[in-house]
């Protein structure tokens, strides 16, 4: 398998806001992931006993990393978010979308404790993490308000 990492200099690269509108799919070899999240905005630094929580640095130290190959399921989580939501995107090689699913990933994995929906939830590497673009013209208030199935409300 090629090495992700030519890739990522190529993301690091690409920062910033995309258009949905013009923005054009993923080059040949590429998927394309999403993430929904808040539109987080700068604030303060948080104070020093926080950071060294070994509880907040395993937090820290898995936000940015719940991407999924579905726009419609990122879209989800952007509403979720409230009013400040945003859908972020980047594209991946083929062949690691499978490899980071969560349901591929070693059952003693920490993702899996996390993960309500394995099938549909990647969980990238900390150097994939937060390299998306800003999908321009997502408004997480608009529109019907699809509620992806859960395993758990299934049973």
């Known amino acids: 398998m090629a090495s992700p990492r030519p890739f990522l200099n190529i993301a690091a690269k690409l920062g910033g806001r995309v258009s949905a509108r013009t ?3 993923p080059a040949e070899g590429l998927t394309r992931i ?10 303060g630094k948080l104070p020093d006993w926080v950071l060294d929580n070994p509880r907040y640095k395993e937090m820290a130290s898995i936000f940015g990393r719940w991407w999924s190959d579905s ?3 990122a879209q ?8 400040r939501g945003q859908v972020l995107f980047q ?4 062949e690691l979308v499978e490899r980071f699913r969560v349901s591929n990933l070693p059952f003693d994995h920490k993702a899996r404790a996390f993960s309500q929906r394995p099938d549909k939830e990647l ?9 998306g673009q800003i999908w321009e013209g997502f408004d997480p208030l608009m529109g019907p308000r699809p509620m992806p199935t859960h395993p758990f409300l299934e049973q």
Not at 34 to 43: L, M, T, V
Not at 76 to 83: H, T
């Open 23 to 25: 923005q054009p799919g």
């Open 34 to 43: 999403y993430r929904g999240q808040a539109a987080w905005e700068s604030g």
């Open 71 to 73: 726009l419609q399921e």
């Open 76 to 83: 989800w989580y952007s509403r979720e978010a409230g009013g």
């Open 91 to 94: 594209d991946i090689p083929n």
């Open 123 to 131: 969980f990238l590497p900390a150097g994939f993490a937060n390299r």
